[in-house]
């Protein structure tokens, strides 16, 4: 998947941010564990804490206060506010509960949103993953990517 993601981000010559939560910088790790990545990679945030979403990535307390920090809305603010603060052509952004703890009815562990940003659209995917953080993570990275490399593609084929 990010053989396919570099491939398309080097041939149209794009910049890719990412802002992480949940993730807690596992995509910024297997960005940059691949050699050449800064020739695309401008860099990311990881915004734990809602302060940091709101002070760096613009995310209105209102939206966090409405939805709570796990939610579409935030998801999007976050792909917004990256792309923006680092100028990139596209970012995206993760936010979830990664468990064992934290969970809710309504906000189960294993619950992530993903959102990839660009000068067209911004677009959010919910997921429910499972109730181990480890795998969680890993799979909520594994999401994150896909969705980058489907809305990529979408971007460079039209």
Do not use: W
């Not at 969970?103 to 499972?130: C, D, N, Q, T």
């Not at 799979?139 to 460079?156: N, P, Y």
């Amino acid at each position: 998947m990010l053989n396919s993601i570099e491939k398309v981000l080097l041939e149209h010559k794009l910049t890719l941010a990412v802002a992480e939560s949940t993730t807690g910088g596992k995509l910024a790790a297997k960005i940059t564990s691949r050699s050449g990545c800064s020739r695309y990679f401008l860099g990311g945030i990881i915004a734990y804490h809602n302060q940091v979403k709101m002070r760096h990535l613009g995310v209105a307390e209102t939206l966090i206060n409405e939805y709570g920090a796990v939610s579409s809305p935030v998801a999007e603010q976050m792909a917004r506010g990256v792309r923006e603060l680092f100028n990139a052509d596209v970012a995206v952004s993760t936010t979830g509960v990664a468990g064992p703890g934290g969970g809710s009815e309504e906000k189960p562990v294993g619950l992530v949103y993903v959102a990839v940003a660009s000068a067209r659209r911004v677009i959010a995917h919910r997921y429910v993953i499972g109730n181990q953080r480890e795998s969680n993570n890993e799979q909520f990275t594994v999401k994150a990517f896909a969705l980058l490399e489907a809305e990529l593609l979408s971007l460079t084929s039209s």
